[in-house]
Nanobody, 118 residues
Framework: QVQVVESGGGSVQPGGSLRLSCTTTGNIFNLSVMGWHRQAQGKEREVVAV??????????DSVKGRFTISRDNAKNIFNTVYLQMDNLKPEDTAVYYCQASGSLLNYWGQGTQVTVSS
């Protein structure tokens, strides 16, 4: 079993920045993919950014050039990722969820709210 915990959400004005963190605990030795998804009110959950344990990264078109996913390089194990969000827009407002995948199983965090408003 893997536990996923996000942190770092909050409220910011348009053009501002936030950094989200995601840490996994438990049986974390076979994680192959970690990523961020978001769900705005009344909309379906969508992928924001994903990273594989080998370093392959993909972004949604809507966040390219503004968001950066990274891992904790101080650790030899792939169990912590971050999402640096710059130049935030009102349309980025959503609950952000961290996902961790490995051994054919998916694990989700409880989500953290990001609100971009003037």
């Amino acid at each position: 079993q893997v536990q996923v915990v996000e942190s770092g959400g909050g409220s910011v004005q348009p053009g501002g920045s936030l950094r989200l963190s995601c840490t996994t605990t438990g049986n974390i030795f076979n994680l192959s993919v970690m990523g961020w998804h978001r769900q705005a009110q009344g909309k379906e959950r969508e992928v924001v950014a994903v990273m594989t344990s080998s370093g392959i990264i993909e972004y949604a078109d809507s966040v390219k050039g503004r968001f950066t996913i990274s891992r904790d390089n101080a650790k030899n194990i792939f169990n912590t990722v971050y999402l640096q969000m710059d130049n935030l827009k009102p349309e980025d407002t959503a609950v952000y969820y961290c996902q961790a995948s490995g051994s054919l199983l998916n694990y989700w965090g409880q989500g953290t709210q990001v609100t971009v408003s003037s």
